[in-house]
């Protein structure tokens, strides 16, 4: 599986905003699709999952809330929509895919993308 994120950016306070990772390989519809962050020397941190087959979520404390994940009609795409971000948002987002059981743990998930900057403005 190869993952591909986009959407990063510079964003004020209480905005928004959408990340998308598009998965392709052999096996990637039949996976689970994550999102981790990781700020500034502070270790990743899981931010959201999602089932590959029925669709069933999972969201770290610090966002549950305020973003939501989701499967494209294709179910190898998935996009994480930011709300009320806050300064403490600032991370690179990294898109992940691996087995249900082990998702949340990022020193156990093996396909990673390539990460994406998202700064939050105070």
């Known amino acids: 599986v190869q993952l591909q994120a986009y959407g990063g950016g510079l964003v004020q306070a209480g905005g928004s905003l959408r990340l998308s990772c598009a998965a392709s390989g052999r096996t990637s519809r039949s996976v689970t699709l994550a999102w981790f962050r990781q700020a500034a020397g502070k270790e990743r941190e899981f931010v959201a999952a999602v089932a590959p087959v029925d669709d069933h979520t999972l969201y770290g404390n610090s966002v549950k809330g305020r973003f939501t994940i989701s499967r494209g009609n294709a179910k190898n795409t998935i996009y994480l929509q930011m709300n009320s971000l806050k300064p403490d948002d600032t991370a690179v987002y990294y898109c992940?895919?691996?087995?249900?059981?082990?998702?949340?743990?990022?020193?156990?998930?093996?396909?990673w993308g390539h990460g994406t900057q998202v700064t939050v403005s105070s």
């Open positions: 992940a895919a691996d087995q249900y059981s082990s998702i949340t743990i990022w020193t156990k998930i093996r396909v």
